[in-house]
Structures are given as C-alpha cells and as structure tokens.
Nanobody, 123 residues
C-alpha cells in the first residue's frame, strides 16, 4: 500500500507561487503513476496534473504553462510547483497514487489519496 502526506499549501496573493509536496511511504512508490487533483467548495474534484513512472507528464488546460508536476523517487516525493496563481486556483489540493505506472486523469483511476492541503489565492 501507499500512504501520502501533503504539505505546502497556504495563502498567497494573485501572481504568486507555491510549491506543494506529497511525501509517500510504501514499497512500490517508484512504480506508481501520481497525480494532483483539486476541489473547490461546491464543485467536483478536478484533474490538475499527472506524472508517470517514467516522468512523462500531462496537465489540465487551466494550469498548462503555470504548474509543473515532478517526482523524486529517491525521496519518495511528488511535487506541484504552482506559478502565476489566480484566484480561481483556490481549492483543496489532493495528491493521489495509483497501482499502475501510467498517467491517468480521472479520480477513479487512483487508489490512494492524501489528506488534502488548502491553497487560497487572494486578488
């Protein structure tokens, strides 16, 4: 199994940056596809970014060019670097892991989830 612990959320002014971290424990982390999702109040959880075992990435159109997902298998950690933040980026951000090694963009494709970390962007 995989356990995920997120950190790095907070309050930031529009145009600023935050870096989210997701520390994973488990014996198969390096083989897992990883993803970031977010959920704003009253809205469904939506895809943000995903990264495969081989570090290929895919992004939602809304964050393309602003966010970067990366992984450090030696540290069992996945990151989400968020730049040029907008108020509409405000949400709880969740790290997710799947048993498979490929990128996936649907929440149902993931098997393990972090507790979520709040990101608030003020205008």
């Amino acid at each position: 199994q995989v356990q995920l612990v997120e950190s790095g959320g907070g309050l930031v002014q529009a145009g600023g940056s935050l870096r989210l971290s997701c520390a994973a424990s488990g014996r198969t982390f390096s083989s897992n596809g990883m993803g970031w999702f977010r959920q704003a109040p009253g809205k469904e959880r939506e895809f943000v970014a995903a990264i495969s075992r081989s570090a290929s990435t895919v992004y939602a159109d809304s964050v393309e060019g602003r966010f970067t997902i990366s992984r450090d298998n030696a540290k069992n950690t996945v990151y989400l670097q968020m730049n040029s933040l907008k108020p509409e980026d405000t949400a709880v951000y969740y790290c997710a892991a799947r048993e498979g090694s490929m990128r996936r963009t649907r929440p149902d494709d993931y098997d393990y989830w972090g507790q979520g970390t709040q990101v608030t962007v003020s205008s």
